[in-house]
């Protein structure tokens, strides 16, 4: 009767470590990599889900104020062009507003609030371009988490940290000022950015 008891306390601890032990690990990496919200973008005329691939993409830009959905482009420049059509568009609509409401209304100071990370070092590999003020950007939803070599910040200063939603480490906010670039990213950074805020 004891043996069957011991035996059975045996199998019943065994169980609970093989059990035990990986859910403490996929805690972990969940806290680490947290499920990407599927993020539907347009490319090339059709809807991706750009959280899971790119699917051939080289280049997305996440710009709520300007596209309702992000858009994804075969390069860089083609990414460019657009931006540019876009901030076109957006300076006009503000003329407009300010013809028909008046100059007063005008007192807010913006900055090209954009930030752009590449994959490769030297701006080279895959583009995300994000752009938007005063919210932190989950890079997992963009399949962009950890990818990050190098960067370009715009006029407004920006915030990286190594978690999702502004949690974790910081990246040095002294190299990550309005205008500041970087080749490379700076000891243990590389591939190591989860998400991202643009003052």
């Not at 601890?13 to 680490?32: D, G, K, Q, T, W």
């Not at 190098?150 to 940290?161: L, N, R, V, W």
Request: proline share 3%; aromatic share 10%; with cysteine.
């Amino acid at each position: 009767m004891n043996h069957r008891r011991m035996t059975g306390l045996g199998v019943a601890l065994a169980m609970f470590i093989v059990m035990a032990a990986p859910v403490s690990v996929s805690a972990s990496e969940n806290e680490r990599t947290p499920a990407a919200e599927p993020t539907a973008a347009l490319f090339e005329g059709a809807i991706i889900d750009m959280s899971t691939d790119w699917e051939g993409a080289g280049a997305c830009l996440v710009w709520p104020e300007a596209v309702d959905t992000p858009e994804c482009f075969r390069t860089e420049a083609e990414m460019d062009k657009r931006i540019a059509e876009l901030e076109r568009q957006l300076a006009q609509a503000d003329t407009d507003s300010r013809q028909t409401v008046g100059s007063a209304t005008m007192g807010v100071t913006n900055c090209s609030s954009s930030v752009r990370l590449y994959d490769g070092t030297s701006y080279t590999g895959s583009a995300l371009y994000l752009r938007g003020r005063q919210v932190w950007y989950n890079l997992v939803d963009s399949n962009f988490n950890q990818k990050t070599s190098s960067f370009k910040i715009g006029a407004c200063s920006a915030y990286f940290t190594d978690l999702a939603g502004g949690t974790g480490d910081w990246y040095p906010t002294s190299q990550t000022q309005a205008y500041d670039v970087a080749t490379s990213m700076t000891s243990r950074w590389n591939n190591d950015v989860s998400s991202v805020w643009i003052t």
